[in-house]
């Protein structure tokens, strides 16, 4: 059943208090761009996706979203948690020894939800091509969604793997770029410039479309069902989700600095302060 705006926003922002409590707890992660990626999750895992909680690695008959920057875990594994894949309670166990919620996600553990292990960035995309293949090959109608980070894309083989998906038609595969122009050394363009990243993926084959405003939820759904819409049209497409790094909490707004950094305590309790408890926190 679709939820209200008020619900998805509600979700949104215990989202965003459990990314700051994980990350807080052990003093290490990647909460500004967790943070900047929250509505997107939560509009894909309630709104969007066709799935089932009854975890398949094959994934026959539903949709598979695939996770290439995996630093963003907390925010990962968060909405998988909240959306029924595994218990709640399971968060405060983020980046401990022995856990299934490693710093990077990682299949070993069995965490289900997760389908790749993905931190070494860059592969992603690849992973996502050959997975969207092996459901024409299945004759499953099912969408394959990936996120990738904007900085992400200054890796090679992406370009190999976005050359091949439109040389081979794989039109059954939605990849969003979330555009927040920050990477881990300050932003994308001091680091190595992209240039125009839409007319780069027009130029390599594929349908581009735009969500200008992409930490608003009803925005990204309305973004993600054109999406869905272009599917099947024998070309990949591709979603320019235009984030901000550490939306919802002030003071990591718009910058780099966050990208690896756990708040203190104060910054915690400001962080918490911004995003009050809506769902129950674990």
Known sequence: MPHNTQQLEDFVTQVRRDILRQVHKVNS???????????????????????????????????????????????????????????????????HIDSRLQGHPTTHEGLPGVRIASGSLGQGMSVAIGAAEAKKLNKDSHIVYSLHGDGELQEGQNWEAIMYAAGHKVDNLIATVDLNGQQIDGSTDDVLPMGNVKDKFLAFGWEVLEIEKGNNIVEIIKGLEEAKALTGKEKPVCVLLKTVMGN??????????????????????TGLEQNPETLGDY
């Open 29 to 95: 992660g990647h909460p500004g761009g967790s943070l900047g990626c929250a509505e997107f999750f939560v509009a894909l895992y309630q709104e969007v996706m066709e799935y089932s909680t009854d975890f398949t690695m094959d994934g026959l008959n539903e949709d598979l979203f695939f996770l290439s920057n995996g630093h963003i875990s907390p925010v990962f594994y968060s909405v998988l948690a909240r959306s029924g894949f595994f218990p709640v309670e399971e968060l405060a166990t983020f980046r």
């Open 248 to 269: 919802g909490v002030d003071f990591m707004m718009h910058t780099h600095a966050w990208h690896g950094k756990a708040p203190n305590d104060e910054q915690l309790a």
